[in-house]
């Protein structure tokens, strides 16, 4: 076991915290008013590629991946095939689109189809999705501070989630999207970093050749990918059209990671970044899953009880069995998964409530800035509600929760984004928003009936397909035909 001392945590994540303050002030010196939402249009597309692995790996990765594959194996691949097919789509479809309608929120591209209530009931919807996904991701991560530094210091853990929350906020709130960027590289860095270290610990406690190693972890059934049962969870066609479909919905329809996007000098470096951080994406997560089956591995080994929950076998040990070196990435490696998460999170709501409900952009800059700032802090506070509400209610894995709240939050938002790109109808306006919350509770009727009806059978991440379809088809009930044309069609003008 380490002897570990959370003085000396605490201090590196500070000067951890120190490092992100200052990618701040050098890419805040040059800021304006649009560089919070834009970044100026100028990151390198290499650099928003690698920073948007840490963003979209998060806490959730970083830890309760590693931890499943106790639980589905390798099948957790499955949906990851499908993730990757998807941001192609997003790549070649979607990114084009956006820059030819040189946007800022990307729900403002709704209101010319949908009117001005599916244009907002949209971005509400991404930003209650937003909300959720943050809070369970930064949630993850305060925990493991609060276990190696917070905690034992006798700090409770809600201060241990103000701290952190407010930290973020110090170095975005100037310059948003344009710092973003580069803290995600650095954080993406340390995480990647983390994971690389405690593979390499893990083959130098077995004494085993690497690939002889490898090779034998890949060899056993806790390796397996692929799974064909049809009433299985982890079926292959349910988790890869459902990676596809949640993929575009998740990062598509989302101001989070279009924002970043958006950030590049033009359309064709988006698409490059989005192609390569696909690749990257999928090679990041299967590491992940390495290093799963290595924890169980050595958990056997050396006898550790497992933990009552998957999500603490990492933390358990890289903290106490595998040295101080693993144990201090470790808990950067958290950290940065999880901030890299909140702040590119903190930023894109502020954008998509301050445009597309504020109309800051009609205000003069001062008093842009200023009311900025005041929607920025309070998403800051909101997302430290939700996490403390989240610690005293959560019972099951995080990985799960993440991924079965955004079946029900996203599909609305994909399912006007499809009628509106899709679909020469126009929706009636006052029929969306009864709509966008009928779905998601229509979508838990049917699922709980088929259960009843089909036994045996587990719903998975199939569910934000579901949903999208009620919402479309719903919203095709209810449209009027007229003289429109779908948004992709590129024959209306805004």
């Known amino acids: 076991m380490n002897n570990l001392n959370p003085i000396t945590f605490l201090l590196l994540l500070l000067a951890y915290f120190a490092l992100l303050l200052l990618i701040s002030y050098f890419t805040g010196k040059k800021s304006k008013t649009q560089s919070f939402y834009t970044g100026d249009r100028q990151s390198p597309w290499f650099v928003v590629a690698f920073g948007m692995v840490g963003a979209t790996i998060s806490g959730v990765t970083f830890i309760s991946v590693p931890g499943e594959t106790g639980n589905s194996a390798f099948h957790y691949f499955q949906f990851v095939m499908g993730n990757m097919v998807g941001y192609i789509i997003i790549a070649t479809l979607l990114l084009p689109f956006y820059y030819r309608k040189n946007i800022v929120s990307i729900y403002t591209v709704l209101e010319e189809k ?263 802090f309070s998403f800051t506070m909101i997302i430290f509600g939700t996490i403390i509400l989240f610690y005293y209610l959560n019972n099951e894995s995080v990985v799960v929760s993440i991924f079965k709240a955004a079946g029900y939050t996203y599909g609305p938002i994909a399912g006007v984004f499809c009628f509106a790109f899709f679909i020469k109808r126009k929706p009636i306006s006052n029929a969306i928003v009864p709509i966008c919350i009928a779905s998601p509770v229509l979508t838990y009727l049917i699922t709980a009936l088929f259960k009843h009806l089909v036994p045996g059978y587990g719903f998975g991440f199939e569910l934000i397909i579901i949903n999208t379809l009620i919402t479309v088809l719903l919203l095709l009930v209810f449209s009027k035909k007229v003289h429109t044309e779908s948004l992709l069609s590129g024959k209306n003008k805004r």
Not at 215 to 237: C, D, H, T, V, Y
Not at 273 to 295: E, I, Y
Request: charged share 15%; with cysteine.
């Open 114 to 376: 949908t009117g001005k209530n599916g244009y907002l009931t949209t971005s509400g919807f991404f930003i209650l999705s937003k909300i959720i996904g943050a809070s369970f991701r930064l949630y993850l991560a305060a925990l493991v501070i609060d276990m190696a530094i917070f905690g034992p210091l006798g700090i409770p853990f809600w201060a241990t989630v103000l701290f952190c929350l407010l930290l973020i906020w110090l170095y975005t709130f100037r310059s948003g999207i344009k710092t973003v960027v580069w803290t995600d590289t650095l954080q993406t860095l340390i995480l990647l970093g983390a994971a690389i270290v405690t593979v390499i610990a893990l083959l130098r406690y077995f004494e085993t050749p690497a690939g002889e190693f490898i090779g034998k972890i890949l060899a056993k059934p806790e390796a397996r990918i692929f799974e064909f049962g049809w009433k299985s969870p982890n079926n292959f066609f349910k988790q890869f059209f459902s990676g596809i479909v949640l993929t575009i919905a998740l990062n598509g329809f989302d101001q989070d990671i279009i924002q970043k996007n958006l950030t590049c000098r033009n359309s064709s470096d988006a698409r490059k970044n989005m192609l390569w951080f696909s690749g990257w994406f999928g090679l990041s997560v299967f590491l992940f899953l390495l290093l799963g089956a290595m924890l169980y591995a050595f958990a056997q080994t050396k006898g550790i009880e497992l933990p009552e929950k998957t999500d603490r076998l990492f933390p358990l040990v890289a903290l106490n069995y595998l040295g101080k070196p693993v144990a201090i990435l470790f808990i950067l490696g958290i950290s940065a998964a999880a901030f890299s998460s909140a702040d590119s999170a903190t930023t894109a709501m502020t954008t998509a409530f301050s445009v597309d409900f504020m109309k800051i952009e009609k205000l003069p800059a001062v008093k842009q800035t200023r009311l900025r700032n005041l929607v920025h």
